[in-house]
């Protein structure tokens, strides 16, 4: 594949440039999104991000595979040895303490789309779209915690409209740098995605008095639980449910999550180096959602060994 961008689409995204042009006919858009992420679509000769806006008179490449780059994962890599522990199942669905390091779905790798299908061979039919199976919500990688998967169609649209509704109760705990002053809070900046293409960034809401169009609302709400010299445990609902939400609005609000080398400042990612701690200090550790036959079903896990000595370590 050679293509060469034109005025006419400049400024688009190229993951979504290369499902709406066809150059990869047959592909869906995580297929190509996981290529991407694999550096074999390259734009001027360079490895980018799927959100990547083209330019006019940029070169799409896409880059032929070798047996390097297809060769299967060692066996410490299979998806036997990625921790998920399942809370519940039922015939309609499926709750899991997802672990950190973990990625969803999307990218190069086992994900946990993978073992889903892998274990639970009929979900593949579930869903909106088969590389999604069964999925109606996510946890980033370095967050930890618990996930409803549907098992059956009825209930992927039940669990889909709930989430829609924002009725759906999840809650995380999460360990922020500095001392919150406040009991309790909102954060309510608008999220966007940066420039780069990969991070996200919190809008102001007005701008000269005006408010803003540009980013999408999102809404956090928080509640210390504990304070520390220089830390905060917090208790974190959101009600909107933003790529990066949590860490980006605390980030903006001057108190970026331990463990976070992406949206932290150089003081916290040399704190968090000092830490030790090779993830983020976020776990969705509640979750209540109503089943198919209308009955309530609640769920909340324990703080995960890892970060219950980072608590230890910060006293």
């Known amino acids: ?10 400024g688009q995204r190229l993951d979504k440039f290369l499902v709406k042009s066809g150059a990869l006919p047959g592909m869906t858009r995580n297929q190509i999104q996981k290529l991407i992420k694999q550096k074999l679509v390259r734009v001027g000769g360079l490895a980018v991000s799927p959100h990547y806006n083209l330019k006019a008179g940029e070169a799409i490449n896409l ?12 066996p410490k890599e299979t998806r036997e040895n990625y921790n998920i522990s399942i809370i519940d199942q039922t015939a309609e669905f499926l709750v899991i303490n997802k672990p950190a390091g973990l990625v969803v779905h999307g990218a190069s790798g086992d994900t946990l789309a993978d073992w889903l299908k892998e274990k639970y061979p009929k979900i593949k039919k579930v869903g909106d779209d088969p590389e999604r199976p069964g999925l109606v919500h996510r946890l980033d990688k370095d967050t930890s915690g618990l996930m409803v998967i549907a098992k059956t169609q009825d209930s992927f649209n039940n669990l889909k409209k709930q989430f829609q509704d924002r009725t759906i109760d999840k809650q995380y705990a999460a360990l922020a740098y500095g001392k919150i002053q406040k009991d309790s809070g909102v954060i309510n900046f608008p999220v966007a995605r940066a420039k780069d293409g990969y991070k996200m960034a919190a809008l102001p809401l007005t701008v000269k008095g ?16 504990k304070k520390f010299i220089n830390y905060t445990l917090l ?3 959101i009600i909107t449910g933003r790529t990066h939400q949590i860490r980006v609005h605390l980030a ?15 003081k916290t990612r040399a704190a968090n180096k000092k830490l030790g701690l090779n993830r983020i200090f976020l776990i969705a550790d509640r979750l209540a959602f109503t089943d198919l036959a209308g009955e309530p079903k609640s769920y909340k896990i324990n703080l995960s060994q890892d970060l219950k000595n980072i608590l230890k370590q910060i006293k």
């Open 252 to 266: 903006a609000y001057d108190h970026p999550l331990v463990g976070d080398n992406i949206y932290g400042t150089a």
């Open 1 to 10: 594949m050679n293509t060469k961008i034109t005025q006419e689409n400049s």
């Open 63 to 74: 880059i032929e595979q070798t047996a390097e780059t297809t060769a299967p994962a060692s």
């Open 235 to 237: 208790k974190i609902k």
């Open 210 to 225: 005006q408010l803003s169009d540009r980013g999408r609302p999102a809404e956090t709400r928080f509640w210390v639980m």
